[in-house]
Every structure is written in C-alpha cells, then in structure tokens.
C-alpha cells in the first residue's frame, strides 16, 4: 500500500530541501513555484483491480475475436473467388463461433503476452511490488484457468536448456509515462507463428517502402496464418521502428473507412497501396492461393536520423487477439463479451467434394494419388510430434539407439501440434497445426529411417523438405492454422506415446474421425503454396508473375 504519511514527508522534504549548497530554508511558494502533486487527488490504481484486469483481459481475448477483425475476415470470405482459400475462411470464421460459445481458445498456440501501458503521470500506484511482477502474476493465473487453461508456450534460457516456464510467464511489457489521470492498458497473446515473421531493416533514405514490403511478404510465406493485419513502423531507430509495428497492430481494422473517406496523411495513402498490392501478391488465406491475404495494413512513423529509414514488419495472424481498456481508480475493467450475433452466419461442410482416406490401412500407393489442393478427410489413427519431439528422435536415430517403448512410426502419419490440455470431458483442447518448416531438417531423416508415411503441419514446407518429401513419395498435408477448436472437434481419442516430460510436446497417439486437410506437397514435390500463389496473382493481373 501507498503510505500517504511518508508520500507527505517526501513532499516536504523536497520543499524545504538545502540542495547541494548552503543551509536548509523554507521554500517561498509563489505563483511561478510548481506545486506538488496533490497525492489525494491522484487516480489510485490498486493493485488487485490490476491484476485481475489483465488476467480477466487474457481469458477474454483467448475466446473472443475482436469484432472489427471477424467482420473483416467474413467480407474477405464473401469476397473470395479462390475454393480453397474460402474453404479456410470459413473454417476460421466457424472456429471463432465455436470458441466463443465454448469459451475456448482459438488457436493451441495461446501466444506470448505483450503488455502496453500508459500509466497517467496523475495515477500513483497502490502497491509496494513493481508492476511487471503484477503483470506476471494475472498471466500466471489466466493461464492455469482450471476452466479455460491456456497453453504455456515460453521457455525460459532461450539460449540453453529452453525449459518451459510451465506458466506462460513472463510477459513482454512496454510502459510509458504520459499525461492524465488514467491507466491505459492493451493485452494481446500473438502466437510464435506470426511472431517469427516478423521483419526488419534499414533501407536507404532513397529506398522505396513498397518496393521492400512486396518483397519481403512473399518470403514470409504462409507460416504466419493469413488473413491477417501487417504493422509496420517506419523511422525513429531500430527498436523503435520494432515497437511502432507491433503497437500499430492493436488498432481497429478501419481499412474500408479510409477507402471510403480517401487518405488525408502520406502514412495513408501507404496504407491504400500497400493493402491493394499486398493483396495482389495472391497469397491468399493459409497461402492457399486467392484474394484477400491481409485485412488491413497499419502504419506509424517517427522523425528519423537523415542518414536512416529503419523499417520493421510484424504480421498479426488468422488468430488476432487483443483488447484494450483504462483503469480509472473505480475498480478493474469491465469487459463485455461480444454478442454472437455479430458473429456472421457461415456455415462450413467439411465433407464437401473431399476424399475419405482411412489412415489405418492407407499405403505408399494410395498417397502417389493425391494431388496438390485435394480435400482429404482422415479417419484413423495418427501421431503428433514437433520440435522438440522431432530433436530427441533424430539425435536417437544418430546415436543408433532405439526409439522409446510403444513409439513406432511405420505407415503413420506424424501431424505437427502441441495441444492445449482438455477440459470438462473433452478428449483434447484446441489443436492445429503448427508450422511445418520448423521440421524440415528433420524430414529426411524421419522419412528414411522411421518408416513415416506422411505428415500434417500448417504452412509451405522449404526446399529441404520438399526435396525429402519428393524423394520417398511421401506427401504433406495442412490443416487450417487457428481454427484449432474446430479441428479438436475431429479427435476422438488421445494418449501419451513417448516424452511426455515434453508437456504440449510430447508425442500423442490420436485417434480421429473425418479431420479436414488440404493436400500441399504432393509425393512429386509439386507444391500448392507455390501454384496457388502464382495463379492467383496472375489472375489478379496487378502484380507480374516472374517466371523462374
Ligand atoms: S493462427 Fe497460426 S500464427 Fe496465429 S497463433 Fe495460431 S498457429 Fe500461430
């Protein structure tokens, strides 16, 4: 607690201070004189409004879309010409429902916590401890929810032994100071999908910034789960051209205001042609190739040194997540869940015009079938597995040492995916894919020396993996990434293989009935996240196609 006796002592101190020389006098107050802050009048922002604000803010913003982000993604959906790509809007748009009536997560990848505040300069602090080990203690408690636990995803000792911290603590916090009598907080989780595209450099004063955007979305391919927003912050120095792209991101989608009102600001009409050429590009929802791979372009800037133009890119994803509120002493934020009637009516058929493959009795032939875009539900048996299960099992099989007891990949599938753990009843908690290219390296040796069929992941896979995959006749298939309650809804049944120290990590057997997947990388190594693009932007007809 504040102790108002030794804020008054401060005070006087401060008054009737000596300084540096001569000896103490009174201060004589005088029209001119600043006074002190009246520590009364001050917003009092206690401590427990604090924290059960940003736990309350963390649960809320796991469930709940905000509602400017899912009507954008349904005028995008109704927009979409590309099949595949309206498949995977409608399986977003589906999922976002489906979690905010369960009340549970959109995606397994809960995200990372970023804290912005702006704290009043006329708000003092009810409380002794420091502000991030407040914050660190709502993340603690919204994400151990026994009614909605959320999935700890950070590892402590990135540069060791990457053990997790069990409770997705510690957040990433950014404070400043600023005028007024209130405490100005936005909590967002982005996932590590998006997060690790982000981009960064500094180009010439003469550089153009559409010419570096155009060309470095493509290179980020779809592991960041388009349809999404792009932040970017231009100027000031390089952690400040970092920090304005993610702030900028946790603004209202208003793309289609300023197409209607016209642009007033140079950041504008950037806005504009930027958001039509990245479009252009042909990218499309889950890369699948179509119309709409961003729903807005957001942009902030900052007087820069002449010799400069720092610029930084961050991309929030499918699974957009943030909310923002102010304290104002009177007690924690009250956030009102949205009404599902906003949530737009769009129905989705996961049988329509797909294949059945029964993953129990599929063989090496059956896969030389199957084309790139093809729509597979899978029933059957299959095993999870990602990064850190794929590193022991390899270093196993370089160590000629055996694979645990029970843990046998032949004529399996591996889908990549670190679930969130189930509640009430449930078999299993959101579980999507997570990106694929994270395994390449690992792909040839599982392909060669496991017996493994095939695998399940989000996103394009690199040469690397594309190269095994082709070499063995196997084949890569997606499911749609943060649509994750959705695809949860296929699994029947799960169980603990091998590592289960691994936590979300470990290997699972599932069992799952009719799972929608997309073919992406078929056994000859043709790829949809390269012909979808391609064709699409050729379609499109603003942006030449190279040819290779
Ligand atoms: S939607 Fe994709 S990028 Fe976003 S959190 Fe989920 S898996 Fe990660």
Redesign the pocket.
């Known amino acids: 607690m504040f102790n108002m006796g030794a804020a008054r002592a401060l005070f006087n101190v401060q008054m009737h201070s000596p300084g540096a020389r001569g000896p103490a006098k009174a201060a004589t107050i005088t029209a001119s004189t600043p006074q002190p802050p009246n520590v009364a009048a001050m917003t009092p922002i206690h401590e427990q409004d604090f924290i059960d604000s940003i736990a309350d803010a963390l649960q809320y913003i796991s469930y709940y879309h905000p509602p400017d982000f899912i009507h954008a993604v349904h005028q995008a959906y109704l927009r979409e010409e590309g099949p595949a790509a309206r498949d995977a809007l409608a399986q977003i748009l589906v999922n976002s429902r489906m979690c905010a009536e369960g009340r549970r997560p959109i ?3 809960t ?1 990372i916590v970023n804290v912005f505040l702006d704290v009043g300069m006329d708000v003092r602090w009810d409380t002794r401890r420091g502000i991030d080990e407040l914050v660190n203690e709502a993340v603690h408690r919204a994400y151990t929810n026994p009614d909605n636990p959320l999935r700890a995803s950070v590892v402590a000792d990135p540069l060791g032994a990457r053990t997790n911290t069990g409770d997705n603590t510690p957040a990433v916090i950014h404070t400043r100071l600023v005028p007024g009598d209130r405490l100005d907080v936005t909590v967002a989780a982005k ?4 997060e690790n595209k982000s981009r960064f450099a500094i180009l010439n004063p003469s550089d153009d910034i559409v010419e570096w955007v155009l060309k470095t979305v493509p290179g980020m391919g779809a ?3 388009p349809p999404g927003i792009l932040g970017i912050g231009v100027g000031g120095t390089a952690e400040q051209a970092m920090l304005m792209a993610k702030r900028v991101l946790m603004e209202p989608v208003d793309i289609q205001e300023l197409m209607d009102r016209g642009p007033r600001t140079r950041a504008e009409e950037l806005r504009l042609e930027l958001y039509e050429k990245v479009n252009a590009l042909g990218i499309g929802a889950q890369g699948l190739g179509g119309l709409t791979t961003v729903v807005d372009v957001k942009i902030a800037d900052y007087p820069t040194h002449a010799a400069s133009k720092p610029i930084a890119m961050i991309p929030n ?3 957009t997540r943030h909310v923002h509120f102010q304290l104002d002493g009177s007690g924690p934020a009250r956030l009102e869940p949205p009404r599902l009637e906003d949530w737009p009516q769009v129905t989705w058929d996961a049988g329509a015009g797909a294949r059945r493959v029964d993953l129990d009795t599929v063989t090496a032939d059956d896969i030389t079938h199957w084309k790139p875009g093809d729509t597979l539900l899978l029933s059957g048996k299959l095993l999870t597995g990602r990064d850190a299960a794929h590193k022991r099992i390899v270093e196993l099989i370089d160590r000629g040492e055996p694979l645990p007891d029970g843990l046998d990949f032949h004529n399996r599938f591996i889908y990549y995916v670190g679930p969130v753990d189930p509640v009430h009843g449930e078999v299993v908690g959101p579980a ?1 894919p ?1 990106t694929a290219t994270r395994m390449d390296k690992f792909t040839e040796t599982m392909l060669s020396k496991t017996g493994l069929l095939g695998m399940i992941g ?1 996103a394009e896979r690199g040469p690397t993996g594309i190269e095994a995959i082709r070499k063995h006749h196997s084949a890569y298939l997606i499911a749609t ?2 649509a ?1 309650y959705l695809v949860a809804k296929a699994i029947k049944s799960s169980r603990v293989v091998a590592f289960p120290e691994l936590g979300m990590e470990a290997v699972y057997e599932f069992e799952v009935r009719d799972m929608p997947v997309t073919v992406a990388v078929d056994s000859q190594g043709n790829s949809v996240h390269e012909s979808g693009p391609r064709i699409w932007r050729a379609k499109i007809g603003k942006i030449p196609v190279e040819v290779a």
């Open positions: 995606c397994q990848d995200g996932g590590g999908g998006s592991g960041w789960c994803c499918a699974a999507g997570t989000k990434g943060g994750a």
